[in-house]
Structure formats: structure tokens, C-alpha cells
């Protein structure tokens, strides 16, 4: 079903009302007019981008005022910190999981911003040729992959620390080792509350097993690409949830070849896409001890398979419905419609087999690095026909992602869904207020 865009003229501030905001560059009001007529006009998706780089050889002009416009001040951003790493010139600070513009007046007009933002626009059509598949590729509904199956360490480090099979830990010290990277992007806690999560350049074994189980809080682990560029450590692997691995690729295929965007395209060499329905506002621990009467600092682990899993430091081990849980959904999280990480080199997670990492292999890179692991027997594996179960989720939390849902800036802002009572990134387009009404219903109204 097509949705219609009707939401457009209800979730942006009108051109005419922008004319007078004498903050805003006229050169950012034109683009910002030229992208919402785009909008409106039902225009190809890929085309959206020309809204601003129309003014490339113009000489750019202050991007970050396009992204305040459309995604921070709408509430669509996903802080995926795409805009924030590659900036050249330090413009953003990342502050409550949002860019803000700190330093606006070392803006260079690169444009780099835009260009990178993963709900501004889709990725362009050459995306798959970039990232390299591996042939012969198929696509089932969450991106093109070469072949899945069941993986799991035989590294008993790893084993003792990881989530699910601990494949991704396991790759990126096996590339480690043979000099093929130098380091590694991945999430990290703080030492004082072990669920929230935060970035880390890991260079060394301790380093990746100190990150080596999930988190379910957000963690905004492309942040450390800074360091990483800053300190030239490379190449590099990242680890991310979807929508930090869409921003990494369009950081690394931007038509704009500034030495920023050169060098990530250079030096990551290896990307990890963990499967993500939804991750939680860090209140949300908070709240898991109060439903468990535990305090939250005792919170060890947090698994989820249907239910919520939580691990407490003493071992104990006590379980949260999963249903009550996502009322601490990241509302962000709605404006994103890919589970399966479909542009990563490997996508990983934790469905199917328990204590095994479901694992799809998309890209020449991501099976050359696996092919080699599972060589020097760091890797084993089972067929997904060991247990269907596990392609049978694949499907469904893929298909769920993007049930009914448009492109984000065809969907209302935080402020209207929160007007409506729904910020569930469940349930807003299957059951919710966005989900198709049916004739009958449009015929009562």
C-alpha cells in the first residue's frame, strides 16, 4: 500500500514562515524550499538529494541549518552520528543522542552533513556496486546476501563474554592478528552502569572483549570514528546497529570527495550490521529495576528472545515481558525501516539457534574475512535448517520494519505522534495511527 503524503504539509514549518527567520541562510531557505517541493511533488526518492546538490559548485552553503529543519528539530533524527564524524570542522557537539550545532560559525558550507544524514534520503542507486556483493546474491526482503548460517566462536574468551556466538568479536581479532585491520569501531559501557552504552576505538584483545556482549540502550558507536581519523588508526573495522552502518556508507560514498570522506572510504574496510528492531532510552534500565525491585547497577546482562532476559551480578536470573519493555522504545527508532543492516559486509544477531549468531553474508569482504576466521578454525557453523526457526524471525522482523512505513520525511514529526498518543515504533504503522485504514472505516469517515 502507498501512503499518501499528506504528511508533509502538516509536519514542516511553511516556506512562507521560514522568510522571515532571519537565521536562516537564503541560500538554506532555497534548498530547504527546493527538498519540501520534492516532497510534495511524489518525486523518485533518489532525486531528493539534488535539493542540495544543486549548490555544490555554487560553493555549498550551511548544511547543518537543512538538518536542523528536517530531521533534528522534527524529531526524525535517529543519532546515528553520521553528520557529527564527518564534519571537518567540528561544527556538532552529540548531545542526548541529537547533533547539535555548537560551533555553527566554523561552518565551511561542505555540505558533508547532508550528505551523509541516512533519513534525509535514501542511498544512492550505486550503493550496491559500492559496497561489492558477493555473487551470487539473493534478496528475500532485507537486503541482497550471499549465504546465511549459524556461526559460533570456538574461542572460549570470547565464548565466556559474547551474546550470541560472538562471531563479530571473533572476526575482528582474527583480522586483528593477521594485520588486515589495525582497529576497530564498537560499543562500549560505562563502568558505573553497564547497560548504557558508549564508543570505543578497540585496538587491542582486551578492547574487543571488554565489548564483546549487546547492549540493548543505544550506543553511538561511529562517534569514536573521530579518534580513529584523528589518531590514523587504520583500516578499520565498524561495528553498528543499522542505521549507523547506513550513515558509514554514505559517509564513505559521498559524491563530495573531501579528505574526510576519503579516508573512511579508505579505511573501513570491514563493516558488522547487528539486526535491530528497536534499542532503548537509558531510563529504560532504570525502569527494569524497579520492575525486577533490584537496583540497576546490579544488572549484569539483558538479553532478548521474546522476552527479556536479565542477568543480575549475583547470576540470578529474572525475566520482564517484552511487551511492557517497549513502552522505553526510542521513539527514534520509528524512523527507521531496516532490521537486517542490508548495506553492512556481514549482518549479524541473535536469532534462531541460542548461543549461535545468525549471520548473513552480503558482501566479498564479508566473506573473505569469515572464509578466513572459519580456516584457522576460530569459527564453527550449523545450516539454518538446524533450526528454520531462526529464518522464519529473519523474515518477519525484516517484513515488520517496514510494514506500511513511507521514507522518514514522509512521516509525521515526534511532536505530532506524541499528540496522538503513539510512540511505540512497534505498533505506529501495523496498529497505530499510521497503520491503512480500511474502506470501511474510510467510508464512516
Known amino acids: 500500500m502507498k501512503l499518501s503524503n499528506s504528511w508533509i504539509n502538516k509536519t514542516t514549518v511553511a516556506v512562507g514562515d521560514m522568510a522571515g527567520r532571519k537565521e536562516l541562510n537564503p541560500i538554506s531557505r532555497q534548498v530547504i524550499s527546493r527538498y519540501r517541493r520534492l516532497l510534495d511533488e511524489g518525486a523518485d526518492p533518489h532525486e531528493w538529494a539534488f535539493a542540495w546538490r544543486t549548490e555544490l559548485n555554487r560553493g555549498g552553503f550551511p548544511a547543518y541549518e537543512l538538518l536542523a529543519e528536517e530531521v533534528i528539530k522534527p524529531g526524525r533524527c535517529v543519532g546515528c552520528a553520521a553528520c557529527i564524524s564527518i564534519c571537518p570542522v567540528d561544527v556538532f557537539d552529540y548531545v542526548d543522542e541529537t547533533p547539535v ?149 554514505l559517509q564513505q560514498n559521498s559524491s563530495i ?112 574475512a569469515f572464509q578466513a576466521a572459519l580456516a584457522d578454525g576460530r569459527l564453527e557453523t550449523r545450516p539454518l535448517t538446524d533450526e528454520p526457526r531462526g529464518e522464519f524471525l529473519m523474515n518477519m522482523l525484516s517484513s515488520n520494519k517496514k510494514k506500511n512505513r513511507p521514507l522518514p520525511p514522509l512521516m509525521p514529526t515526534h511532536a505530532e505522534r506524541l499528540a496522538m498518543g503513539s510512540l511505540c515504533p512497534k505498533t505506529f504503522y501495523t496498529t497505530g495511527p499510521g497503520a491503512p485504514k480500511s474502506e470501511e472505516q474510510g467510508d464512516k469517515e
Open 101 to 249: 550545532e555548537t560551533r555553527a560559525g566554523a561552518c565551511v558550507d561542505c555540505v558533508l552533513c547532508a550528505e551523509v544524514c541516512p533519513v534525509l534520503r535514501p542511498a544512492d542507486n550505486d550503493m550496491q556496486e559500492f559496497i561489492d556483493l558477493q555473487e551470487p546474491s539473493t534478496d528475500e526482503g532485507y537486503g541482497p546476501y550471499a549465504y546465511a548460517l549459524y556461526s559460533r566462536t570456538t574461542d572460549p574468551d570470547i565464548l565466556e563474554k559474547c551474546q550470541d556466538g560472538g562471531m563479530v568479536s571473533t572476526i575482528i581479532l582474527h583480522q586483528i592478528e593477521k594485520g588486515a585491520i589495525n582497529g576497530a569501531i564498537v560499543g562500549d559501557v560505562y563502568p558505573d552502569n553497564r547497560q548504557v552504552g558508549l564508543h570505543k576505538l578497540a585496538v587491542t584483545r582486551d578492547d574487543v572483549l571488554s565489548c564483546a556482549a549487546s547492549r540493548y540502550t543505544y550506543s553511538p558507536n561511529t562517534l569514536a570514528l573521530q579518534e580513529a581519523m584523528q589518531e590514523n588508526t587504520g583500516p578499520l573495522a565498524v561495528v553498528g546497529v543499522p542505521c549507523q552502518i547506513d550513515g558509514v556508507r
Open 257 to 368: 570527495r573531501l579528505d574526510v570522506s576519503s579516508w573512511y572510504r579508505e579505511n573501513i574496510t570491514l563493516t558488522f550490521g547487528l539486526f535491530c528492531s528497536e534499542s532503548f532510552t537509558n531510563e529504560s534500565i532504570r525502569k527494569l529495576g524497579e520492575i525486577i525491585d533490584e537496583d540497576p547497577a546490579s544488572i549484569e546482562n539483558i538479553n532478548i528472545k521474546g522476552k527479556v532476559i536479565i542477568r543480575l551480578a549475583n547470576k540470578e536470573v529474572k525475566t520482564v515481558s517484552l511487551k511492557k519493555y517497549r513502552e522505553w522504545a526510542r521513539p527514534a527508532c520509528l524512523y527507521c525501516l531496516d532490521y537486517g543492516a542490508e548495506n553492512a559486509d556481514i549482518g549479524a544477531g541473535g536469532i534462531g539457534i541460542d548461543g549461535w549468531t545468525y549471520t548473513l553474508i552480503r558482501t566479498k569482504r564479508g566473506h573473505e
